[in-house]
């Protein structure tokens, strides 16, 4: 899916070419008032008892409403002029904010790197995994210490097993993140496609006898997500596509700019709207070229 594609050097071109009609309307018109008005005053001072004092009197009436208009039109279109500068540094500054948010994605941590073949442990992210809440869990606390002092049989089945205990607990942290952002686009379908995966993963913790308190369908483990928001989300909340009746997901596009935008809708306010103008001519474009 591609995205708007806004040149910042067209704009200032159109916005320093509006400045320059402005400025260009204000100083003809300026030569041309000048000129006629020089002549009415050269007619009124050689002839003047000339029939028709009342029409010269109404062109020099007319000079000053067209001097009032061409004022108008000039400071109009310098304020438009001012507005395409800003609206140019705005994309400029879009463009920079969406390249530097390029990062890598979130990928899961497996705490089975943590325990090396010595029986010790160490890595990145070590110390947040001793402290995690679930890795006090009683059942955790024996298959670490498996992984840490069993047989390589038991070492290996241990760390396999805490590896899918905490990929489960993390995919219900992803999914509550990702149902949040379904929500804002008011996605129903999506919310509830992320509700049937935190169910689903709450059995697998609960066929591990885990304690319910640290996944249970009330409690809020979001924070447990490290991604953004919609790293969370696998389909694009902003598309609600229904072909005979039945609801088609559409996949997450790729394209940086396009998530950007996404990202501003949540924000709201005045960017939100901006942002959210700008997706829907976007689909707007995608319905025109999908009827082609």
């Not at 309307?25 to 002549?39: A, F, H």
């Not at 379908?189 to 066929?207: D, P, S, T, V, W």
């Not at 694009?236 to 990202?263: A, H």
């Not at 709207?273 to 009827?291: N, S, T």
């Amino acid at each position: 899916m591609s995205s708007i594609k806004v040149d910042p050097k067209k704009v200032d071109e159109l916005s320093a070419q509006t400045k320059r009609f402005g400025e260009f309307v204000e100083r003809e018109e300026r030569k041309v008032n000048q000129s006629i008005s020089q002549l009415v005053r050269d007619t009124q001072k050689q002839y003047p008892e000339l029939y028709g004092r009342s029409e010269l009197n109404e062109i020099e009436r007319l000079l000053k409403e067209i001097r009032k208009q061409a004022e108008a039109i000039s400071v109009g279109l310098r304020d438009k002029a001012r507005v395409l500068t800003e609206a140019a540094a705005r994309y400029r500054k879009d463009e920079e904010t969406a390249k530097t948010s390029t990062k890598k994605k979130y990928e899961f941590v497996s705490p089975s790197t943590y325990y090396s073949t010595n029986g010790r442990l160490s890595g990145e992210g070590l110390t947040s995994y001793l402290e995690d809440a679930l890795f006090q869990d009683p059942e955790v606390q024996k298959l670490h210490q498996l992984a840490l002092h069993g047989t390589e049989e038991e070492k290996k089945e241990a760390k396999e097993r805490i590896d899918a205990i905490f990929k489960a607990r993390n995919t219900i942290a992803r999914a509550q993140v990702a149902y949040s952002v379904y929500k804002a686009f008011r996605n129903t379908y999506l919310m509830q496609q992320a509700h049937k995966e935190a169910m689903k993963q709450r059995e697998i913790l609960k066929g591990y006898d885990i304690d319910e308190e640290l996944y249970g369908a009330d409690v809020n483990i979001s924070e447990y997500f490290k991604g953004s928001a919609l790293e969370a989300c696998s389909y694009d909340p902003s598309m609600q596509i229904v072909k005979d009746g039945k609801f088609v997901p559409i996949l997450m596009p790729e394209d940086n700019q396009y998530q950007y935008l996404l990202g501003l809708v949540l924000k709201g306010g005045a960017q939100g709207a901006w942002a959210q103008k700008q997706v829907d001519e976007i689909h707007k474009q995608l319905g025109e070229i999908g009827r082609a």
